[in-house]
């Protein structure tokens, strides 16, 4: 017998791995990057808030309540540097979530990496910058809400990034298409598929068509576009969703733009694993749901992403911790690294299961690729709000699913007995608060910023950029003339503002499919609903009014939108005016509605800033009595400290059926108009 070992197959070089993060301040996020490198992470996914993110201050009026929330505020330069103060920015390779304000955040973090490389010229140091800037500004009108300007303006903008940065920053991705927030949602496989690849259509034809790329260039655009995915629970299908998008991603660029070079046609993607399924109830289940989701877009060679980054197990609680980050990273050190995932050719060639299906998808999705493309492509999908309606009806369907049982959600609606659990006995410990003074410290940032700059300057490098945006100039070099001027996010947006104008997407609630039609158990529960909802209106005098309102920036749209159908389809008289209403705002809509209930939906963490304003401005409004409910990620700390503000009811992610959510409105209004509960449901 042989004693001999075998040799083990060469391993694959793993995918870069992330964690996407950011918060408080840039100090705070500074150290924490240091942290995670220093664990093994081998890229960088900064989250920025939302106020650098649609292009506000932190001290300007819309900005109250979000610096710092949901990411890290950069408003100048000062911060990029403190950002990415110790990380050689020539070595790293660096993912910024940033959209509408993609050109500003590149242009700062170019300069920045100029300044720790000052014994070479600026050519040399964007020539070794590795990265991405998400700058999909499609999927803001369709999902996440983080618009600026309209349509054809924010092309515009993309198409001079991705410009720039073939001639000068030649490793960049300018662009990733984003089919992840299209399946957060409600989006299926194949319109996960479709309206990716129809953006990435929009997107070629403008830079095509804007005359700054050569011909002879225009492979080097196609190859450093890439694709930022989701991946969901059902991995096998997401396994094959995967493969679909290689196959479709090769035929357009062959077909279409003529890429002759395999390389050039490469579909290269990255991926954050879906957040929508995690769940608040039996959040430790989330931890399988990770794993499985990891595998959907890993175990096939020929459709391996290149980048992934994996949410945390108590992300649907509230702000992960250090610790809670370093858990989603070892997940993809032990995949990558103990187990053999990387030491075969794709494990799924020559499956007779997987090429079926394959087959299904790419079928499915070129259809509804056609029908977008005879619309005139994504931008008028959008406009006309087509993609936005199957979007909501398509994620009303899987809410009712969802309620009815069809689609079971261990802890949630199936087995959801359990015994307590160690990971949660400390609610308010189990996740990060954010830092309550990320606020004051960024309004201080940007006031000290402002006292030691050349304002003459400033003035002259905005003059040059708002010239520029009345041309068909590149407004890559305006903006980077700005950023080594000095200027603010808010500057340089607001300058593009009064040039450009601003846009409101449509919501997508009117057209939008619900459940009226919904049979067995979840139609019964619905149409008792419904029966209450007309009784209670007939006792008040007219038919319920239910404002849904979305203060803040927070552009996270899809629990509101879902609330505003269901409340449609039980009988309610729906206000809803789409995302970023201030308090006042809503508070006049209320008034000039005559509403028997405002509901707010805020994801961002803001709602102890927001929520408040809202009740004190319908109070000073003479409308103190007027029942307000509040519906997103809250603490339980927060959510009683909300009702003691005055606050009737408080909904969370563990609130999932909607129905029901519907009847405990109805008894909310009925209280606080003095009606009795019997009234109703008797």
Request: charged share 25%; hydrophobic share 40%.
């Amino acid at each position: 017998m042989s004693d001999a070992i075998p040799a083990r197959p060469e391993r694959d070089r793993p995918w870069v791995m992330r964690t996407y993060a950011g918060h408080s301040t840039a100090a705070a996020s500074n150290a924490l990057y240091r942290g995670n490198l220093e664990k093994g992470q081998t890229g960088l996914s900064v989250a920025f808030d939302l106020p650098t993110q649609t292009g506000y201050d932190p001290d300007d009026a819309l900005a109250v309540g979000e610096v710092g929330k949901v990411g890290v505020p950069v408003p100048h330069l000062g911060e990029m540097r403190r950002l990415f103060d110790g990380i050689p920015l020539t070595g790293m390779n660096t993912s910024m979530t940033i959209n509408a304000t993609a050109m500003w955040l590149l242009a700062m973090y170019q300069v920045a990496a100029e300044e720790q490389n000052p014994d070479l010229a600026p050519e040399e140091v964007a020539a070794q910058l590795a990265g991405t800037t998400q700058n999909d500004i499609i999927k803001e009108y369709l999902s996440r809400g983080t618009y600026v300007f309209g349509p054809e303006h924010s092309l515009r903008l993309i198409s001079d990034v991705i410009s720039y940065t073939v001639h000068q920053v030649p490793k960049w991705n300018p662009i990733n298409i984003c089919s992840y927030h299209l399946q957060e949602a409600g989006a299926t496989p194949q319109q996960e598929l479709a309206y990716a690849l129809c953006t990435a259509i929009a997107v070629l034809d403008q830079v095509k068509n804007a005359g700054q790329v050569t011909e002879e260039d225009f492979g080097k655009v196609v190859g450093r576009m890439s694709f930022f995915v989701n991946a969901g629970v059902r991995f096998v299908e997401e396994t094959c969703k995967m493969r679909a998008f290689v196959q479709l991603w090769d035929e357009l660029c062959r077909e279409r733009y003529g890429v002759t070079d395999p390389k050039m046609r490469r579909f290269r993607y990255g991926v954050q694993v879906n957040s929508l399924g995690l769940t608040e109830a039996q959040p430790e289940n989330n931890v399988q749901r990770i794993v499985l989701e990891m595998l959907g877009v890993t175990l096939s060679k020929n459709a391996r992403a290149r980048a992934l980054q994996l949410p945390a197990w108590n992300e649907a609680l509230g702000l992960p911790r250090p610790w809670d980050q370093q858990w989603s990273l070892r997940l993809q050190q032990v995949l990558a690294f103990e187990s053999d995932l990387l030491e075969y050719e794709d494990i799924f060639d020559g499956s007779h299961v997987i090429e079926a299906k394959v087959a299904e998808l790419v079928t499915s999705a070129r259809e509804e690729m056609d029908r977008v493309q005879a619309m005139g492509g994504a931008i008028a999908a959008v406009e006309s709000g087509y993609m936005k309606q199957a979007l909501v009806s398509a994620h009303a369907a899987r809410r009712g699913r969802i309620e009815s049982g069809e689609e079971k959600i261990v802890g949630v609606n199936v087995y959801t007995s359990t015994e307590p659990s160690p990971l949660t006995s400390d609610l308010d410990g189990a996740i990060q608060t954010a830092d309550p003074e990320a606020e004051a410290a960024a309004k201080r940032s940007v006031e000290e910023w402002k006292a030691q700059r050349d304002q003459s300057a400033v003035d002259a490098a905005l003059e040059r950029l708002a010239a520029d945006a009345k041309t068909d100039t590149n407004l890559m070099h305006a903006t980077l003339a700005a950023v080594r001027a000095g200027a603010t996010t808010g500057e340089w947006a607001g300058t593009l503002r009064e040039v450009f104008g601003e846009f409101r997407a449509p919501t997508g609630v009117s057209g939008a499919v619900g459940v009226v039609a919904a049979a067995g158990q979840a139609g019964d529960e619905l149409r008792a609903v419904r029966e209450k909802v007309r009784a209670t209106g007939e006792e008040l005098g007219g038919r319920l009014r239910l404002l849904v309102g979305k203060p803040g920036l927070d552009g996270h749209s899809n629990g509101a939108e879902q609330v505003a159908v269901r409340a449609r389809d039980a009988g309610f008289e729906v206000v809803y005016q789409g995302i970023r209403l201030t308090p006042e705002q809503i508070v006049r809509a209320a008034v000039d509605e005559d509403v028997h209930c405002v509901g707010l939906s805020i994801l961002s963490g803001s709602h102890m800033e927001l929520v408040p304003a809202v009740v004190e401005g319908l109070a000073a409004a003479g409308l103190a009595d007027l029942p307000v409910i509040v519906g997103g990620i809250i603490p339980d700390a927060d959510g009683r400290r909300l009702k003691e503000a005055g606050v009737a009811a408080v909904y969370t992610p563990k609130d999932y059926g909607l129905t029901a959510i519907m009847s405990s409105i109805v008894d909310v209004i009925r209280e606080a108009e003095g009606l009795t509960a019997s009234d109703a449901d008797g």
